[in-house]
């Protein structure tokens, strides 16, 4: 019997990063205090009206755009009907029969036995929604289950949403994640969400199943609650052998939406859907027509930036190692590192800098690069630093932290001078404490001596320590070696 | 303070033209009005707001117009206006001048209860659009005014703080569902009034108690604040005593909104200016679907002579047929309760007003509207419910939006042929309370009123003389409907005033021997 193909489409929400909300004033900061952004019409006052955000609509066409998407001339927005506490309204404006965009198309990069390959996934349609507010049980639990009573935070009400809905070309976890990635890539190259799935402000949901190849489509199963690029994997994974393993002992797949542990790795049934919910779809009648021109669509064309995959063929071009260009596009760090070469680094060393150390220092601090104050200058002025000797890389580490520990209030130099750190150039002082390494260390010696190359490491190490990191490895490994006469 | 009773006798625009001179303040009016009210309406008339007496404490005579007056308010608006005057400050044509509101427009800090026990206890935090623009022309609101629950009904008995009567026989209705406020104006507790017309619910009361009433062209008049019921054919309008009156309270309300994405961009008809111009050589089409639709002879024989009157003033008029006309009302009663059935999803006792608690959120959601809500608005979210439901929405509401479109087509294709389009406003005349049991019976009301709101084009309703019902009722108003295209409002109200001229109505009802019970 022939192999299983599992079969993915993609269901992905978007808070844009828009100042207000879709249909009112209010901000949409994330983390505020509970019911403070909110307004008559976010909080479903009676009589309240929406009038939908301008920004919105120009940043969901310009993402459409983006994705090689078809911009509707005429939409309008729906009613999604149906009653949930945190739904302010009890109904959710959505679109429905005529989505913004459709026809899409995303192509992602994936890493199979060790090559890149390219995958090809379509996009059925981008449709512009409303968030919800959210329900917060409270109780011993935190939970619904057991909770003494809820409370309903509105601040996310009618936060604008973009739903974005794959067709079911993913065949494999691996396409799934690259596909995330680049879509949160994408958006945050245009600017219009921070995309941030720890946030909520990218959300992915996975439309599961598995068949024989060349069969049709077998029943689906949504799985939901996913967390991170990489549970997205998990779930796929975990989700794909259960209905395989179903299937194989005779069973059949109930079409259902499952929640996914991450914990346990499991998905679970969180409903069924034999009983489908009527939506009672209808035209918001508090809303008129979008209407898109073809000059308005050339207009927001004419905005597009570099898009990450010619940016990442260029990066590439540049000398920067695939992985690193990754890193930087989907950190969002492209125009960073475009002004560092601007200011005279060599794109492959900034590149380093901005995937390895700025990366792991941001997520480490749970800072936002945004907020991080560090300029394309600063970077430039490291690369320099280093490639000129006058900080050792251990030092431009320490450097590196020292600026964005001030929010870039001051420069590399600014730091290295202000913290005492300068590589030491002095030979004889070097030499000095080669010298004293050498004969502290008889063992390690002899053992360098014996053709044991690793034990040099181990010198290099005292040396750096005796003189607070500023000294020159490569510089000490040509002294230690003389001295011992290896 | 003194009060001459004399004053409630007197018109918007008289009242403002006194009080713009100086002859008055705007203080002796309201105290004048407040007064009216005290002594009919049946509210206890203490402290800074007045309530409404329990239905089952009213007097028999009683007109239970007002829900809620809001006296102190009321005095610091109209101290506020004569400050002004004082100081100098031009005053616009209604300042100073009071006004009954329909409670189904917010009012920062006074509650609003849409005529239902659902929103018992909501004090809305803003104003509705039409409510500011009131307060900018120095218009001094009163108070809130009783009408059928949220909206739904032609008679105002379907409010759930009970019903109002008819100044012209209190043991009639006014009509509805803006009931309260057009019993108001008709009782001289207030020369003006604001209700809402969803497909009906200004003209015909208008026609019931014998005032002007008018229903903007849909986006002429922003519903911000206004709460739903049917959201594309919800408008709100003027009631007065006479046209001129009704036009300058239509001018303060209309205007472009930025917080009402369907309100008119465009400047608004200027409806005062076109009031003088006459009839002359206008082409009046009568509605031929509309004139035969189940009129009382009374009322028939009335609208008659009205026709007879503008020919002789000058109008050419001919007979105009609306062939799609005769499936409005079918098509109102699926359009509108699929629209209510959404809109009226937000109250569930979870934000604000009623909550009856349970255990889970669904059986509290549950528990809350079964209770909160009365039959008829239950009977329509349920009608609304299923004409939207999967299986049936083609067959029901998408069929009646087609219906819709027909209409409109119907009205453009007449608006090519004449000015404007006429027809009685309702039927027959106000009916007994509790007459009309059988809700299919009650939604033939609005049998020549829904097709304009359907079109989504202005309609006027002008009192044209008294009938009988044929069964003994005495002399009540009977109102003529005049139709214009989209935006041209200034037609209807210019057309208006030319009937009002050639039949010469007076709105007092003691002047027809009437106001009394028969």
Known sequence: MSAWETVVGLEVHVELSTATKMWCGCPTTFGDAPNTNVCPVCSGQPGALPVPNARAVHDATLLGLALGGTIAPRCRFHRKNYFYPDLAKNYQISQYDVPLVSDGVLEVEVERDGELVLETVRIERLHMEEDTGKSLHLGATGRLHGADRSAIDYNRSGVPLLEIVSRPDVRDPETAQAYLRELQAIVRTLGVSDARMEEGSIRCDANVSVRRPGEPLGTRCEIKNLNSVRSLGRAIAHEAARQIAVLEDGGSIVMETRHWDEDAGVTRTLRRKETVTDYRYFPDPDLVEVTTSPRRVAEVRAELPELPAAARARLVAAGVPRAQAATVLGGGMLALLDAAVAAGAPAPAAANWLAGEVTGWLAAEGVALADAGLTGTHVAELVAMVEEGAVSATQAKQVLAGVLEDRGAAGPRAVAEARGLSQLRDEGELARVVAEVVAANPDAVAAVRDGNDRAIGALVGQVMRATGGSADPRRTNELLRAAIGS | ?518
């Not at chain 2, 008289?14 to 407040?34: P, S």
């Not at chain 2, 009321?74 to 005053?91: C, H, K, P, W, Y």
């Not at chain 2, 939207?388 to 209409?407: C, E, F, N, P």
Request: overall charge negative; glycine content about 12%.
């Open chain 2, 1 to 518: 303070m003194s009060a001459d009773p004399a004053l409630t006798r007197l018109g918007a625009a008289a009242l403002g033209a006194a009080v713009g001179a100086g002859e008055v303040t705007a203080r002796e009016v309201l105290e004048a009005h407040l007064d009216a009210i005290a002594a009919r309406d049946g509210v206890v008339a203490d402290g800074d707001v007045w309530h409404a007496r329990d239905a089952a404490d009213l007097g028999p005579d009683d007109l239970h117009a007002f829900l809620v007056v809001t006296a102190a308010r009321a005095r610091d608006a109209a101290d506020a206006v004569d400050r002004r005057r004082a100081a100098g400050e031009a005053l616009g044509p209604l300042a100073g001048v009071p006004l009954a509101l329909k409670d189904v427009l917010t009012m920062r800090g006074a509650p609003t209860t849409c005529g239902s026990r659902m929103l018992e206890g909501w004090v809305p935090p803003y104003d509705a659009t039409v409510t500011e623009r009131l307060a900018a022309a120095g218009i001094v609101v009163l108070g809130k005014t009783n009408m059928d629950e949220f909206a739904m009904g032609s008679s105002t008995e379907n409010s759930a703080y009970g019903p109002t009567r008819n100044p012209w026989d209190p043991d009639r209705v006014p009509g509805g569902s803006s009931g309260g406020s057009a019993a108001a104006v008709a009782g001289g507790l207030a020369p003006l009034g604001v209700g809402t017309d969803t497909g009906g619910s200004i003209r015909q009361p208008a026609a019931f108690t014998g005032l002007v009433g008018g229903k903007p062209t849909y986006g002429a008049v922003s519903r911000y604040g206004l709460v739903a019921f049917a959201s594309s054919l919800d408008q709100a309008g003027p009631f007065a005593r006479d046209v001129t009156d009704a036009a300058l309270l239509h001018a303060v309300m209309a205007g472009p909104d930025p917080r009402d994405a369907t309100s008119d961009p465009t400047d608004p008809a200027d409806v005062v200016a076109a009031l003088g111009r006459g009839v002359e050589g206008l082409r009046v089409g009568v509605v031929e679907e509309l004139e035969e639709a189940g009129c009382e002879p009374g009322v028939r024989a009335v609208f008659l002579a009205a026709v007879a009157a503008l020919e002789a003033a000058g109008a050419t008029v001919e007979r105009v047929s609306l062939p799609h006309a005769g499936y409005g009302l079918p098509a109102y009663y699926l359009v509108a309760p699929a629209e209510a059935s959404s809109n009226l999803a937000r109250f569930d006792g979870v934000r604000y007003g009623r909550r009856v608690d349970a255990a889970t959120a669904e059986a509290m959601n549950a528990a809350t509207r079964g209770e909160g809500f009365g039959p008829e608005v239950r009977r329509r979210i349920m009608i609304g419910t299923h004409a939207l439901s999967s299986g049936y929405v083609d067959a029901y509401y998408l069929q009646a939006a087609r219906v819709r479109t027909l209409i409109a087509r119907d009205f453009a294709t007449a608006f090519d042929r004449v000015d404007v389009l006429i027809s009685p406003t309702a039927p027959g005349v106000a009916f007994r309370i509790g007459a009309v049991a059988d809700p299919l019976a009650m939604y033939r009301n609005d049998v020549a009123t829904v097709p304009a709101s359907l079109a989504g084009v202005p309609a006027v309703s002008v009192p044209i003389g008294t009938a009988d019902d044929g069964a003994g009722s005495g002399p009540l108003p009977v109102g003529l409907q005049i139709m214009a295209p989209l935006r041209a409002d200034d037609r209807c109200y210019r057309v208006a005033r030319a009937v009002e001229a050639v039949v010469g109505f007076d709105p007092d009802p003691a002047a027809h021997g009437a106001g009394v019970r028969r």
